[in-house]
């Protein structure tokens, strides 16, 4: 494969980069859950010196139980614990996103965003600040270094692999990620914590879904809109970038990753995470009201009326209420200027090519011009054989082997070879 000047200059600054000494101490992600509880236990138990710290990202009901049972444990085991309140960022780069991408009609990202957009930087900008080298969550990750560069690799439990959520990632992260849940599954790590005396955090529930509507999205959506809570609202041209900032520290977006030629960007001088300004592009407004429309066919007939083009995404079969059509239909398209959804059969939603924005490559070396890549647009499914290749305007250009349905544009796709990742991006287009 063959790189211009200006993108191989640009990949060895962004990927080669200097970073502090080596030493035995880590920085763990403590959400109060399962798998990161285990995780301090391996970890302590590895001879590392470990330090937790939870971010209040959002508190579902206004609980607070997570921050005990993560002090709780720090407590028991001696490490010293941190707390973070990131809430009102959250609130800024991830739900107000979450909303304005549906009022859109575009299907957001979230968990990606949030880990490759505040997570794991946090992460890396708290150990920075403390002298620590290690990183560490209780993903059900691995990672592998092939030719020099770090790849996220398939955790060894296939059901609870979480190797689609963190594409994005750069080598500075990467290289000092410690991933003590990749080679267990969850039974191990619920019989590991059982037969260290921690009950409590043997028996706690899987988290499912989003952490902030972990059920359906249309009732936390209605909730917002008819709450006429605060969002914000992106443009219609708008990206997820952070506005330029004097540097303080370099920390990798999500929103940055497909744009590193014309523009970084960066933290606010003298100012934590947790202050970053609004991504660009974005404005206070009042919400729009989502009123009711009507369900069209492919030539244009109405065949039904809808609650509101939000409330639905492509792909979609169930919860239309178009019963009485006595056939299988499924959302194509949705037009949100004119509140339509048009219905077709499954076989009209096959795309055979899809655009990517606001990607992230580990090594193009191994992605561009191959014929044996995976392309998933699901966290579990519709994986794919593909060909990438980058445009001359730095789009990536999948070529799809097979065609996939219900792809739509803010969707992720993520690249694999076997179980190694290679990158990803966002859905930016599809035909």
Request: proline content about 4%.
């Amino acid at each position: 494969m063959e790189l211009d000047n200006d993108f191989f200059k640009w990949w060895q600054n962004y990927y080669f980069i200097e970073d502090m000494k080596k030493n035995n101490r880590v920085l763990l992600g403590m959400s109060g859950g399962t798998d990161s509880s285990v995780a301090a236990l391996l970890l302590q138990e590895a001879g590392y010196e470990v330090t937790g710290i939870t971010f209040r990202f959002y508190e579902l009901d206004n609980s607070t139980e997570y921050l005990d049972d993560a002090r709780t444990l720090a407590n028991h085991l001696g490490i010293e614990h941190l707390v973070y309140d990131a809430r009102d960022l959250f609130q800024t780069a991830i739900i107000d996103y979450f909303v304005s991408e549906y009022l859109h009609a575009r299907t957001p990202v979230p968990c990606i965003l949030c880990n490759n957009y505040l997570k794991w930087p946090l992460l890396k900008q708290v150990a920075d600040e403390r002298n620590i080298y290690y990183l560490s969550t209780g993903h059900y990750v691995n990672k592998r270094q092939i030719d020099g560069f770090y790849h996220i690799t398939c955790g060894e439990d296939k059901d609870k692999d979480q190797s689609f959520f963190l594409w994005g990632l750069p080598q500075e992260i990467l290289q000092r990620m410690l991933l003590p849940m990749g080679n267990k599954t969850k039974v191990e790590v619920r019989q590991m914590a059982a037969e260290r005396g921690f009950y409590k955090v043997a028996r706690k529930k899987d988290s499912v879904g989003v952490c902030f509507c972990p059920m359906d999205y249309r009732s936390f959506l209605k909730k917002i809109v008819n709450g006429n809570e605060r969002i914000v609202q992106h443009s219609a041209t708008s990206d997820l970038s952070v506005p330029e900032k004097q540097p303080l520290e370099r920390i990798n977006l999500l929103s940055q990753l497909s744009v590193p030629l014309c523009r970084e960007s960066f933290l606010t001088d003298n100012s934590r995470a947790a202050s970053l300004a609004l991504p660009k592009g974005t404005s206070h407004k009042r919400l729009p009201m989502i009123t009711p429309g009507y369900f069209y066919d492919e030539d244009g007939r109405i065949v039904g009326r809808h609650e509101g083009f939000p409330f639905y995404t492509i792909g979609q079969r169930h919860g239309l209420g178009l019963q009485h059509l006595n056939r299988a239909v499924f959302v194509k398209e949705i037009l949100p200027e004119e509140n339509k959804v048009v219905i077709a059969p499954l076989t009209s939603l096959k795309k055979h090519e899809i655009l990517l924005k606001d990607w992230n490559v580990t090594n193009p070396f191994l992605l561009f011009g191959h014929d044996d890549i995976i392309v998933k647009i699901r966290y579990r499914k519709q994986a794919n054989r593909c060909t990438v290749i980058l445009t001359p305007d730095r789009l990536l250009h999948v070529k799809l082997y097979e065609p996939l349905t219900s792809v739509a544009v803010g969707q992720a796709a993520a690249f694999y070879k076997d179980d190694v990742v290679l990158g990803g991006g966002v859905i930016v287009d599809s035909w």
